[in-house]
């Protein structure tokens, strides 16, 4: 598949970039992408969440009645969890949300999401982006002039580039990541995706070693 290069003003440079069908020309493999995010979002989670039991809670341990002839249910503490100011029956615990999948299936699913974008022609190959200092407005003035600034973008650099970062860094639609950083979440996650011409090789030697 080609498309067309564009520079920084938005305008196409006449130059063609392929895109190898390996990556962006695939059936998609929608449970793949699933476990994927999947594996992501619950990798973030720290799992700190902690709710007192009745073993936990500081409080007088007596028996609050006698244990027959009240017509009611017995009781033998008031930390119990049926009364207010008890322990917590059951309640969540620190815990490690992380599980871990296939470096093919994870690879799959990353050759898969892409392909969706591709196919929904919401890939676009830009030059090279060199800034020499960081400036948020030269990141405002590129997505207006790709005709992206009201769509969640995903900006792809073949390396880590400082000023192209923290240019887009307050911005909320955008976002910068290295070509051997990407990840399926970001992926669908954005509507958009801009990919330097540099980072194809990138991707390709990522996904298709």
Known sequence: MEVSVYNITGKETGRKALLNDEIFG??????AIYLDVKQFLANKRQGTHKAKERNEIAGTTKKLKKQKGTGGARAGSKKSGVFVGGGRIFGPRPRDYSFSLNK????????????????????????????????????VDLVKNLQVSDKKTLFVLP??????????????????VTASDLNTYDIVHAHNIIVMESSLSVIESTLLK
């Open 159 to 176: 390396q880590s580039n400082k000023n192209v970062y923290l240019s887009s860094r307050n911005l909320e639609r955008s976002k910068v």
């Open 104 to 139: 093919k299936l994870k690879r799959l699913a990353r050759i898969s999401a892409l392909s969706y974008k591709a196919k929904a022609n919401n890939i676009m190959v830009l030059e090279d982006l060199n800034f020499d200092h960081p400036k948020t407005k030269l990141i």
């Open 26 to 31: 695939v059936d998609p493999n929608d449970h």
